[in-house]
């Protein structure tokens, strides 16, 4: 199997995505990730522009990264001036990184517009920076920024530029689709072209997602002849974001037969999506493929009922081998082999217990027909069957719960909750505050039982979303609330249907966290002492 060199760029070009930020433990500790993973080019962006970069890349030169390339990011020397008096070159020498990506201007628009030169200077801005970097030790990977939108327009000069860089002893020539507005066949009929034109040259991609194809034209290109290839974990970028690594990988690895990190790494995708996607506090994408929860979630009956005969009936791959795992998702479409598949996951045979399983399904339509959705609630799912089935040991027995919300004269809000239970034939009475009542009840429970449960340490609410079901009714209307938990492995969803908000939210929280504990419990975490 021929290799597919992985170039990442979550940490340079992913961070230019609207609103995120990492600080410089996050981003060494995505780096060392990537590294574990065997990714063999991890950018880490402009050495020294700003005192937050020099920092960064003053920890990653401590750093064993294995056999992973630490990068470091520049652009061709000024106008004017020799490589070796621009500051920004000799930073890019004197840095640690054994490898360099050196952006040039291609395209006539920004030749004429930012740098300002002619073309003949831009030639020599190009050979000359690549060549001093080469000189100094470095890798050089070109990136020919803007490439597909200079080839449009003056093709004979784009591959010029490509030219200069390769001549001057660049390792990797790297065609950029900056602007992400070119289609999977002019990338083909582009890089046939290019690989014509330098027939010796080792030819990477740089694609972003403006035209929804990033992950399209990255593919193509590899078929073209690139054997590296540039994007973000997760597509993060500028505007639409970049190439998705995430869907490139498996798609090399599983469907191209090409080799593309290992297949034990390959099975750690999706903890790696979800790892940076927290890391960056960003939301993880539950509809993402091959890694998204619901990447292999089956919803309707027939669909069900062929997984259960063959998942190739309705899955493209096995989930496991990107790490991922196949979700039987229950709704008023679903039948009984849903509930068969979902009872089976908390040891519960149902199979010869027809009547069971319809009486579960039943309460299933009843309870959607009341305003519950199942579907993104997998925890309050279990929780059902476990109750339906007489299976269900709940972690405490509720006495009583009250909240109350303070509004002082100075503006300030407090909210307070009190929670009287009995755990282990043992009665509790304990208090939280919180900015809401969610959050109060939350502190109140936790402080309760965090010392009889541990795993509940390991469980955080990470979303909280609130529905208005019949909005005639207006303060009298019936509300669903739904929770989306984090045991920073997996997430899950709940919720609860009640006219008082409070109520619904508290059914919500109890059935996460019951299906967070026993969550941390299978996979030997901490115990509970019920």
């Not at 970049?242 to 750690?268: C, F, H, Q, R, W």
């Not at 405490?396 to 719960?401: A, C, G, K, R, V």
């Amino acid at each position: 199997m021929e290799r597919i060199q992985i170039y990442d760029t979550t940490l340079r070009d992913g961070l230019q995505r609207e609103g995120m930020s990492l600080s410089v433990g996050e981003q060494l500790a995505i780096a060392q990730r990537l590294a574990a993973a065997g990714v063999e080019y991890i950018e880490a962006g402009f050495p020294a522009s700003n005192p937050k970069h020099a920092e960064f890349f003053d920890l990653l030169a401590r750093e064993d990264l294995g056999a992973s390339k630490a990068t470091a990011f520049g652009m061709t020397r000024r106008r004017g001036m020799a490589a070796a008096d621009d500051p920004a070159m000799r930073g890019l020498a004197e840095c640690f990184a054994p490898v360099v990506a050196l952006v040039g201007k291609t395209w006539d628009l920004h030749i004429e517009k930012v740098i300002r030169v002619d073309r003949a200077e831009n030639l020599r801005m190009i050979s000359e920076s690549v060549e001093f970097l080469v000189a100094e030790g470095k890798e050089v990977v070109y990136d020919a920024e803007h490439f597909f939108d200079a080839f449009g327009e003056h093709p004979d000069y784009a591959i010029e530029c490509l030219q200069a860089a390769h001549a001057a002893g660049a390792a990797w020539i790297t065609p950029c689709d900056t602007n992400g507005a070119t289609l999977p066949a002019q990338v083909t009929r582009t890089m046939d072209t290019v690989r014509t034109a330098l027939p010796d040259a080792q030819l990477g991609i740089h694609t972003h997602n403006d035209s929804e194809c990033g992950v399209a034209n990255s593919l193509a290109a590899v078929d073209s002849g690139a054997r590296l290839v540039q994007g973000t974990i997760n597509g993060y970028g500028e505007r639409c974001g970049n190439a998705n690594l995430v869907s490139i990988i498996p798609a090399l690895a599983l469907k191209m037969g090409y080799e593309a990190l290992t297949p034990d790494t390959l099975s750690e995708l999706t903890s790696i999506s979800r790892y940076v996607a927290e890391t960056a506090n960003v939301a993880p994408d539950h509809w993402a493929p091959y890694v998204g929860r619901n990447a292999f979630a089956h919803k309707g009956g027939m669909h069900v009922a062929g997984m259960l005969a063959d998942p190739r009936t309705f899955e493209h791959i096995s989930p496991e081998l990107v790490g991922n795992g196949r979700n039987m998702v229950v709704s008023e479409l679903s039948g009984r082999g849903t509930i068969i598949s979902r009872a089976r996951d908390l040891g519960i045979d149902l199979e010869g217990d027809p009547e069971k399983v319809q009486q579960i399904l039943a309460r299933v339509k009843e309870l959607e027909h009341m305003g519950y959705q199942f579907e993104v609630a997998d925890a309050s799912f279990e929780m059902l069957i476990a109750r339906e089935t007489g299976a269900h040991t709940p972690l405490f027995d509720l006495e009583s719960y009250r909240v109350i919300t303070e509004q002082r004269a100075d503006g300030v809000e407090m909210t307070e909750a009190t929670i009287k239970m009995v755990h282990d034939d043992e009665r509790i009475v304990a208090t939280g505050e919180g900015n809401g009542p969610v959050n109060a009840l939350d502190t109140a429970l936790r402080n309760a039982l965090i010392d009889r449960v541990p795993a509940l340490a390991e469980i955080e609410l990470i979303n909280y979303k609130v529905r208005i079901l019949d909005a005639d009714r207006g303060t009298d209307a019936t509300t669903r609330v739904l929770i989306e938990s984090s045991d920073h492995v997996g997430t899950w969803g709940s919720v609860g249907v009640n006219e008082n908000v409070i109520a619904a939210s508290w059914e919500a929280l109890i059935d996460s966290l019951e299906h967070g504990v026993r969550r941390v419990v299978m996979r030997g975490g901490a115990s509970t002492a019920r």
